[in-house]
């Protein structure tokens, strides 16, 4: 059993390494002043305070060169990063002459800037900022809010992680099929089965897929689009057996995101879009080894080719 510590002096790279073991959200804080001056800084101390008034607070270091324009700024917003915003939280958290360079946003309450495909944002009035030892605690006042509904980004122990279901829970969740499930003329009806197994199978797979901070539309579109894919509007509809407007939307995200092009109507992917893809292709193959390994070689290229048989009778 490990002895507590309680020396007033405290380490301070073990209080930071021991306050690390809390896994928290990563969120990018903005303000502007009446001036127009804007200010972003990577934060992980975002927290809600009350729902009634609709409080929430974060903090930053009183020697933060940021602090100025939120201390004048009559709002700020939380934009909380999603899953694949690595590369903007990072834009954030380093001392930059333009951090807002090169980065589209809109423009919120009290000028603050808004990031686009986040997982959730809250735009905030300025209600206390409170004298927290080193750094000033903000308190605001939450006066809009969007839930984007991605996975978010987390922070643990100083490097960055994602949400997945906890396996004891999803056990939990799909508990045990009851005894009559397969009994009759059922266990004999290969589309039933069919369609149990897909659900079975995506109740695993989907959170997975989803902590990357995609929606399946565009993962699955990012997954047809691998290597050297060059579609058009036609052939991704029969790939990807999504409504039109579906692909429109999932393109319009993915474009924004820097992960695919189209020109001349044809769809590609970018040099980022590709690296995505083969993340989203090691999740699936990770999760397809997982659940036919009690299965042979033989029995999987069976399975395969009866798949592809009925897939061409469409």
Same mark, same amino acid.
């Given at each position: ?132 030892? &080193? ?37 939990? &969740? ?107 292709? &090691? ?32």
């Amino acid at each position: 059993m490990s002895t507590p510590t309680t020396d007033t002096a405290l380490d301070p790279r073990g209080f930071r390494r021991a306050l690390g073991n809390f896994a928290t959200g990563v969120t990018i804080m903005t303000a502007a002043t009446p001036s127009g001056m804007k200010a972003g800084v990577t934060a992980n101390s975002f927290n809600s305070v009350s729902l009634d008034p609709p409080l929430v607070l974060w903090s930053i270091d009183k020697r933060s060169n940021s602090h100025q324009v939120f201390d004048e700024a009559t709002h700020f917003a939380v934009n909380i990063l999603a899953a694949d915003q690595i590369d903007l939280s990072n834009q954030f958290a380093r001392p930059k002459d333009d951090k807002f360079a090169g980065i589209a946003y809109e423009t919120g309450a009290g000028g603050a800037p808004l990031f686009t495909d986040c997982a959730a944002r809250f735009q905030c009035e300025k209600y206390q900022q409170v004298d927290g030892g &080193d750094h000033w605690i903000l308190i605001g006042k939450v006066v809009a809010f969007d839930d984007f509904g991605r996975s978010p980004l987390l922070y643990h122990q100083g490097t960055y992680s994602m949400v997945l279901p906890h396996a004891r829970m999803q056990k939990k &969740d799909e508990g045990g099929a009851p005894a009559s499930a397969f009994q009759g003329r059922l266990s004999h009806n290969l589309y039933y089965l069919m369609t149990q197994a897909v659900r079975s199978y995506q109740a695993n797979y989907q959170p997975k897929q989803l902590s990357t901070g995609l929606r399946t539309s565009e993962a699955r579109m990012l997954m047809v689009l691998e290597s050297d894919a060059d579609l058009d509007m036609p052939a991704l509809l029969r790939e990807v057996a999504m409504p039109v407007r579906e692909i429109e939307q999932a393109e319009e995200i993915l474009k924004r995101k820097g992960l695919v092009s189209n020109a001349d109507g044809h769809y590609r992917l970018t040099e980022a879009g590709v690296t995505q893809a083969e993340t989203l292709w &090691d999740i699936a193959a990770r999760q397809q080894d997982a659940v036919f390994a009690e299965f042979s070689p033989e029995d999987v290229e069976t399975f395969k080719k009866m798949l592809k048989a009925v897939i061409s009778l469409r």
